[in-house]
């Protein structure tokens, strides 16, 4: 599946997240969405010393890769967290190697359980 | 963590969550995927969509699959009102989940669907959901209750919608309720 629809197998959305100051930007979304740049800034530089133009360029990165959407409220741009990039990851990546496992042990569990 | 001031900009702001998805598909076909019932019932949470007609003003309702009637869940999952209809750009409907008291009782909300074409025969889908004083909802539709077999939000349903318009199958319910 073409996760992003970008032709890039989630490329944008990896190379997104190897970045510990953009992971805080989705941390800090997550914590609460919807937010301004300014709101942005003060919340990174209480982790780190970060410039605006540094939090803009991350953000920007954050918007190719689709994990930030953008929308107008009046005068002002919110910056909201679009987790279905990371679904899509998920159900892509991760279920593929997991899935089998986790129903492997769910099943010993039952016929544990069931004989017990 | 910082101060919020508490505007009232902010406080709208914040009960908004706003979903993006990439969908190999025209517009059209998208747009007969969130409104025909026989798409409705295919994916995500599943479930026919019936719109006494699809314009301003008319009642809709969706109601649980056949799945969730198994298990004694009643007729309508969700009901509310069209509120705007730009066949196939933007479909905008008020929003209450009625299948739950509790979930009921926190009124309805907005849900906005906006489609764009996109080069490549991509459609650009955008699911806006205003849940103003709905913070059970809010948890429920970000995934937040999917350990309690309650699938998996938002999220969950587009990434269902991408692979069924994409691939002509569902995810098989991974994330969805048991």
């Known amino acids: ?20 100051t953009r992971r805080l930007l989705l941390d800090l979304l997550f914590a609460q969405d919807g937010r301004t740049l300014t709101d ?22 954050l918007e190719d890769a689709d994990l930030v959407v953008t929308r107008r409220s009046g005068r002002e741009k919110l910056h909201f967290l679009n987790p ?3 679904r899509l990851v998920h159900d892509r990546w991760i279920d593929k190697y997991t899935e089998r496992r986790v129903s492997a042990l769910a099943e010993l569990k039952n ?6 | ?28 076909r998208v ?64 929003w209450r989940m009625a299948m739950d008291d509790g979930l009921a009782a926190e009124g309805f909300t907005t849900l906005t669907y906006e489609l764009e074409p996109r080069p490549g025969g991509l459609t650009r889908l955008t699911v806006v959901h205003d849940l ?24 969950w349903v587009l990434s269902d919608l991408k692979s069924l318009l ?3 199958s569902s995810l098989g319910g991974g994330g969805g309720p048991q």
């Open chain 1, 1 to 20: 599946m073409d996760v992003m629809g970008k032709g890039d197998d989630g490329d944008r959305v990896f190379k997104a997240l190897a970045d510990p």
């Open chain 1, 84 to 86: 279905v990039p990371i």
């Open chain 2, 132 to 155: 103003t004083g709905a913070p059970r909802l809010q948890l429920l539709l970000s995934g937040g209750m999917e350990d309690e077999g309650a699938g998996g939000g938002w999220a």
């Open chain 2, 1 to 28: 963590m910082s101060t919020m001031t508490s505007t009232d900009a902010q406080t709208a702001a914040t009960t908004t969550q706003v979903y993006r998805v990439y969908i190999k598909a025209e517009p059209e």
């Open chain 2, 31 to 94: 747009w007969a995927a969130i409104t025909s019932p026989e798409w409705t019932d295919r994916y995500g949470y599943g479930g026919r969509i019936e719109f006494d007609r699809l314009e301003a003003g008319s009642p809709y309702r969706h109601y649980t699959s056949e799945a969730m009637r198994a298990m004694n869940a009643p007729d309508v999952a969700i009901d509310g009102e069209v509120v705007e209809v730009d066949e196939p750009r933007k479909l905008v409907m008020t």
């Open chain 1, 40 to 61: 942005l800034l003060t919340g990174v530089e209480a982790d780190v010393a970060m410039t605006r133009f540094g939090v803009m360029k991350h953000l920007r990165v």
């Open chain 2, 166 to 168: 994409e691939s002509g």
């Open chain 1, 111 to 116: 016929e544990l359980e069931a004989q017990a």
